[in-house]
């Protein structure tokens, strides 16, 4: 494909995971984008002015899905790196992701932006991502899960 631009671009977004029926499930979004391409994702987006990206990250999620995080592992973020065309210009982008925990409530999906949300376990999960370098988030995901506090033992 010949292009005559190139741009750079960061997103964030928070992973959300809970857990369920003793498996661990993260949610999924298919989003819609303005091509009319769908495909199954990660919520994320671009930051407000003077936002952080976990700021970025938590307020992208809660407008996509409507969910609220009772917890994020600080120590958890994964850079997704790739490029597309759009056009004639060549995006380079960056996507931040988070891990957290959800508090329990529904999903509410922005109709703009998103057809559905789907909980899925990591294992499916891996499997319905659209986008197969974004398998690797799900497996960083699973390691990273044995060291989280996330679903660590409540001590009482």
Request: glycine residues 6%; hydrophobic residues 35%; proline residues 4%.
């Amino acid at each position: 494909m010949f292009t005559l631009f190139s741009s750079q671009r960061h997103s964030y977004g928070v992973i959300p995971l809970r857990e369920h029926a003793g498996a661990i499930e993260c949610l999924l979004i298919n989003q819609k984008d303005p091509q009319r391409v769908e495909y199954w994702t990660f919520p994320k987006g671009t930051p407000e002015k003077g936002e952080t990206g976990m700021e970025t990250a938590i307020r992208e999620t809660k407008e996509e899905v409507g969910v609220s995080f009772e917890e994020i592992d600080d120590g958890f973020s994964y850079d997704d790196t790739y490029s597309f065309t759009v056009g004639f210009t060549r995006i380079d982008k960056v996507v931040t992701y988070y891990i957290g925990r959800v508090l329990p409530g529904e999903i509410v999906v922005q109709q703009k932006e998103v057809h559905e949300a789907r909980w899925l376990p990591l294992s499916e999960a891996r499997e319905k991502i659209t986008k197969v370098h974004a398998r690797a988030i799900i497996d960083a995901i699973q390691m990273r899960l044995h060291d989280s506090r996330l679903f660590a033992p409540k001590s009482v």
